[in-house]
């Protein structure tokens, strides 16, 4: 339940802004935007980022080097977002987000294949969550409750497309998407190893010594 609440923290949050879009201020709406297209880079990011740092038979500077190299990739996205969107906000949010992923493999009591398979559990699950959300808001209508076409107006939203026009089926996505992972953590979904090609090599391999520095 405690690796749920950041997800339902931000489901929360996209509920909010979906019946009282200037609730906390005109920007508001575009943040949650920029949000979900954090999101899209933490699902390259957290699998990755997981699988090095959480990774048997590796010494502790390799994951380190490993973690900071796909970080700093990472950040660079980042940083081109919060400088079109002109926040640093963006930063924070990628923290957030990166929380919330890591939230449930950081249960203590866990072996690393057991911290392993939760990262990737959480991976698969978060990307076929992406892409249902994707497709129900482009293909299935979305109420606009609060946001209607006279809030649209006042939202100050940056470029074109779907979202800029009905930025209802983004702020829908958001509830749709964090609350299913609240959802998975709080029922602790996980996916069978066998299906996980990370861990399929994991237990086909034999073991290693541990390289120590």
């Not at 890591?102 to 294949?113: E, F, H, K, T, Y």
């Amino acid at each position: 339940m405690l690796a749920a609440l950041p997800d339902l923290a931000s489901a929360a949050f996209f509920l909010s802004l979906w019946f009282k879009p200037l609730y906390f201020d005109e920007h508001a709406v575009a943040n949650g935007m920029l949000i979900m297209l954090v999101e899209f880079i933490l699902l390259h990011a957290s699998v990755f980022l997981g699988t090095t740092a959480f990774a048997p038979n590796t010494s502790r500077s390799k994951k380190i080097k490993g973690i900071l190299g796909f970080a700093l990739f990472y950040l660079l996205f980042i940083a081109a977002w919060a400088i079109s969107f002109k926040a640093w906000w963006p930063f924070l949010a990628f923290g957030w987000l990166l929380f919330a992923k890591l939230s449930a493999a950081l249960q203590p009591g866990q072996a690393p294949i057991e911290r392993m398979q939760r990262m990737q559990s959480g991976w698969a699950l978060g990307a076929m969550a992406y892409l249902a959300g994707v497709f129900l808001t482009v293909f299935v209508p979305v109420p606009r409750f609060g946001i209607t076409a006279s809030v649209v107006s006042q939202l100050d939203l940056p470029g074109s497309g779907l979202w800029i026009s009905k930025p209802q089926t983004v702020i829908a996505f958001g509830v749709f998407y964090f609350g299913f992972l609240a959802l998975a953590k709080w029922r602790d979904w996980l996916l069978p190893s066998a299906n996980l090609p990370g861990l399929k090599a994991h237990q086909t391999a034999p073991k290693q010594p541990r390289d120590t520095d």
